[in-house]
T-cell receptor, first 113, second 112 residues
Framework: DAGITQSPRYKITETGRQVTLMCHQTWSHSYMFWYRQDLGHGLRLIYY???????DKGEVPDGYVVSRSKTENFPLTLESATRSQTSVYFC????????????FGPGTRLTVT | GENVEQHPSTLSVQEGDSAVIKCTYSDSASNYFPWYKQELGKGPQLIIDIRSNVGEKKDQRIAVTLNKTAKHFSLHITETQPEDSAVYFC???????????FGKGTSLLVTP
């Protein structure tokens, strides 16, 4: 158990609305990641964070904002949701003492209508 | 990001047979290659990984081989069982070291 929770697990929102997906970890690991999963594209990195107050862009950051004021939380915000952001979103952590391994949360299925 | 190509996209085998999934990568600096199994409605689960200083790694019925010269690595599942049915993803670390680039996945179906 990687100790990762994501909330909500399912969300339906309208185009143009702001929505925040939360990722919470229980073990104070430094590295946290946000991926989106779409058919035909696999998993693509949106943003990652090396520590509290340190974040960086991944492959597909446009339309997303992240913050990390506390080590255990890594929220992902869609400031003005678009239909193209309909996806399954996964948070991942890299445990302390590990160089590359990543462990994933259960995911949030987001539908933008 | 750097590409990770994965084949086949779908694979159907009979219970007890072996299954092989292949991936190629383009970044010569990549040195970590994990494999994930994803069951329906769940997050990807790390099942095995290999680093560039090792050519093969085995864990019970699953094994991974790596050919750094050719830039390809493969997942081998022997004596497949219906519970092996899932989507499998390969990945390689990026030149930044922090992130992983994923293949597009292989949907494996093991029929009794």
């Amino acid at each position: 158990d990687a100790g990762i929770t994501q909330s909500p697990r399912y969300k339906i929102t309208e185009t143009g609305r702001q929505v925040t997906l939360m990722c919470h970890q229980t073990w104070s690991h430094s590295y946290m990641f946000w991926y989106r999963q779409d058919l035909g594209h696999g998993l693509r990195l949106i943003y990652y964070s090396a520590a509290a107050d340190i974040t960086d862009k991944g492959e597909v950051p446009d339309g997303y904002v992240v913050s990390r004021s506390k080590t255990e939380n890594f929220p992902l915000t869609l400031e003005s949701a678009t239909r193209s952001q309909t996806s399954v979103y996964f948070c991942a952590i890299r445990p302390k003492g590990h160089t590359y391994e990543q462990y994933f949360g259960p995911g949030t299925r987001l539908t933008v209508t | 990001g750097e590409n990770v190509e994965q084949h086949p996209s779908t694979l159907s085998v009979q219970e007890g047979d072996s299954a092989v999934i292949k991936c190629t990568y383009s970044d010569s600096a990549s040195n970590y290659f994990p494999w994930y199994k994803q069951e329906l409605g769940k997050g990807p689960q790390l099942i095995i990984d290999i680093r560039s200083n090792v050519g093969e790694k085995k864990d019970q019925r699953i094994a991974v081989t790596l050919n750094k010269t050719a830039k390809h690595f493969s997942l081998h599942i022997t004596e497949t069982q219906p519970e092996d049915s899932a989507v499998y993803f390969c990945a390689a670390n990026t030149n930044s070291g922090y992130a992983l680039n994923f293949g597009k996945g292989t949907s494996l179906l093991v029929t009794p």
